[in-house]
């Protein structure tokens, strides 16, 4: 245990002692009366407790400005865009009722932003400019098996054409050869053409390997007698001559069987200043709970997601250039569930901690290792426990972000299981053979944990539900301080509010860490009532901001180039033990590839604080930043925006 944890816990000790005594010398009736929730009330707000556990906060916004918010993220102004689309309802789908606001948490002023299309579930990132990279998005919500009348799936239509391509338009009818059913096409579909096959040693012709297109099919007519049970080639009506030979559809069954969400291939960058949507070429792929995660380079790839036809995206993954505004195909194929947890490390390559949001097979993509996107070779990272249950987890780049040590945390099943891990575990990846060693364990299994870096090098951990979106009124409200240094979590005050599903959490400017979203199944234990999205916002005051005044930050350059150093003034210099940058975090679904905390080398001259940026590239990518520094009581202050070219 280090000096400042055992400082805590003999704190809270001494405290909890002195309130007993005062106590103990009052009548039982005033006891009684003030045990429940006023001496709660109490108990919280005294300056005592809050400089050991700090203080949650509970932000309402005017109805007209409520929504449920799935993507929240830090702007360079300070201010926070949430994000809704249609929210989780489809009602506000079909009304293209889609939802953005932009709040300011100092001033507490919100606005409502116009919002070019659904939004829910979309990717996002920082780019280096700024702004917000936004990708992805619903085209359609799930059907739940009883509410589909009409059979339908995935045809796989073939173009074994080896010089044109073909383009299908929407209403294309499939005939199917041994069922005699029809089916038809809901959107066009461009199929390649075919691939001609040599003999690597001979070069002698050998086949055609047909280019193929994916789109939903759906029966003409409502009912089970439509459906189809077996694989059956399709013949395409409308064609004829060569193009009705090379030009056919293959399809598993077609049924009536649950359909899943959709996506879009819409894109956009998101303007803090302008505070307005940009739109951008779209992808290649349609995506629906894709990750999205800045490469050396300084483009961003895309990754995963349902396509547009409610399939998950087959390993075709793709990158943004923000120069060109344009995606490109990577050149290999490699296939991960929704919103996997990727991370730019700093030898370049992606470390993938096997977290993720669900959706795709069990045994495709679940292992965590580290991925060469060049190259497409997967190292798989052992020593995961529970390594059944990382749908849900959340995945940290513990700080400081030089030490690439990254911390799964909790997790579930696959699919609504009922089961959850209390487990943390964690990966240095700087060492020879890196493997994952367990950390201290959560009091419950938990899924959907939110995790934010603070300036103090601590990480805060909250909230979860110990099964599938709280069913069981399972939510968990508790909060843990993990101290890096000694390894093990401190239990500090409860939040007020359940978080589970849609939830996250993001750090302010000013060292409070801001709550967001959830998304209960069930409003009771009986799992006989819906739930209600949860519409407020919470603000977590840490212990640290209850220690003494922030020390100051002021003056200074806006810009300091990697390798190069700045100059600030702080009246508090002499007091000052270290400077941390922070990206700022994109979070949705417990996925925040974005945060990370740098640790600057510093040095104090008077008032006068300098601080240098690392060169790695890899390690400091290009963007905006939160600049704190942090005194010898722990107390951070409240960060200068700086820019990384």
């Known amino acids: 245990m280090n000096d400042r944890a055992g400082r805590r816990r003999a704190r809270r000790i001494a405290i909890g002692t002195a309130v007993v005594l005062a106590l103990a010398g009052m009548n039982g009736p005033w006891l009684y009366r003030f045990g429940t929730e006023k001496y709660h009330q109490y108990q919280i707000n005294r300056a005592e407790y809050k400089a050991e556990n700090g203080k949650w906060e509970i932000v309402e916004f005017p109805d007209e400005y409520k929504q449920n918010t799935i993507h929240a993220a830090l702007l360079r102004t300070g201010k926070i865009l949430l994000v809704a689309g249609s929210g989780n309802d489809q009602d506000n789908f079909d009304a293209k009722k889609f939802d953005t606001r932009i709040w300011d948490p100092v001033k507490g002023t919100i606005k409502k932003v116009p919002t070019p299309t659904d939004l829910f579930c979309t990717g996002h990132t920082q780019l280096a400019n700024g702004n917000l990279l936004i990708a992805g998005g619903t085209k359609r919500y799930e059907k739940l098996q009883g509410d589909v009348t009409k059979a339908g799936g995935l045809m796989v239509v073939h173009n074994e054409n080896p010089d044109k391509p073909i ?8 005939t199917g050869k041994e069922n005699g059913k029809t089916f038809v096409s809901k959107d066009p579909v461009l199929v390649p053409r075919a691939e001609k096959v040599f003999d690597p040693v001979t070069g002698e012709f050998l086949r055609n390997d047909p280019g193929l297109g994916r789109i939903y099919v759906e029966a003409q007519k409502s009912g089970t007698k439509y459906e189809t049970g077996t694989q059956d080639n399709y013949r395409v009506q409308g064609l004829s001559g060569a193009e009705a030979r090379n030009t056919y559809g293959i399809a598993e069954k077609l049924a009536l069987d649950k359909k899943d969400f959709q996506g879009i291939r819409d894109a956009y960058e998101f303007d803090p200043v302008a ?12 995506r629906w709970y894709p990750t999205l995660t800045t490469l050396s380079d300084g483009k961003i790839l895309s990754v995963s997601g349902l396509d547009d036809i409610g399939q998950l995206v087959p390993g075709k993954n793709e990158v943004f250039d923000p120069e060109t505004k344009e995606w490109t195909y990577t050149d290999k194929v490699r296939q991960f569930p929704t919103y996997p947890a990727l991370f730019l490390m700093q030898n370049g390559k992606i470390f993938y901690s096997g977290a993720n949001a669900g959706y795709g097979p069990d045994d495709v993509g679940r292992d965590p290792g580290i991925w060469d996107v060049d190259t497409n ?48 575990r964690i990966a240095d990846l700087k060492a020879d053979d890196p493997e994952f060693v367990d950390g201290p364990s959560l009091e419950k299994g938990t899924r959907y944990p939110q995790a934010s870096v603070l300036p103090d090098d601590s990480v805060l951990v909250s909230g979860g539900s110990e099964d599938y979106r709280g069913r069981g009124d399972s939510n968990i409200l508790q909060a843990h301080m993990y101290n890096t240094e000694s390894n093990t979590f401190d239990r500090v005050a409860d939040p007020l509010v359940g978080r589970n599903y849609h939830s996250g959490s993001l750090l302010l400017p000013d060292g409070r860490v801001m709550f967001f979203g959830s998304d209960s199944l069930y409003s009771d234990k009986a799992n006989s009532k819906p739930g209600e999205f949860e519409q407020r916002i919470e603000i977590y005051t840490p212990p640290y901001l209850y220690h003494g005044a922030q020390p100051t930050l002021s003056g200074g350059p806006d810009t300091i180039e990697r390798g190069e150093s700045g100059t600030f003034t702080s009246q508090q210099a002499s007091s000052l033990k270290n400077a941390r940058l922070i990206r700022p975090s994109a979070s949705t679904h417990v996925t925040d590839v974005d945060q990370r905390s740098i640790a600057l080398d510093m040095k104090v001259s008077g008032d006068k604080v300098t601080v ?34």
């Open 167 to 174: 383009t299908l338009p929407a209403g294309t009818k499939f």
């Open 377 to 424: 070779k997967f190292t798989k990272v052992p020593g995961m426990s529970d390594a059944k249950m990382l749908e849900t987890a959340n995945t940290v780049l513990l700080p400081p972000a030089q030490d690439e040590k990254y911390m799964v945390i909790g997790g579930g099943g696959v699919g609504e299981s009922k089961e959850s891990s209390e487990k943390t």
């Open 275 to 286: 505070e307005k949507y940009i739109k951008v070429d779209p992808m290649n792929e349609a």
């Open 612 to 645: 240098t940026v690392p060169e790695g590239k890899n390690l400091v990518q290009s963007g905006w930043y939160m600049l704190f520094v942090t005194d010898d009581q722990g107390t951070p202050s409240k960060a200068q925006w700086v820019r990384v070219p």
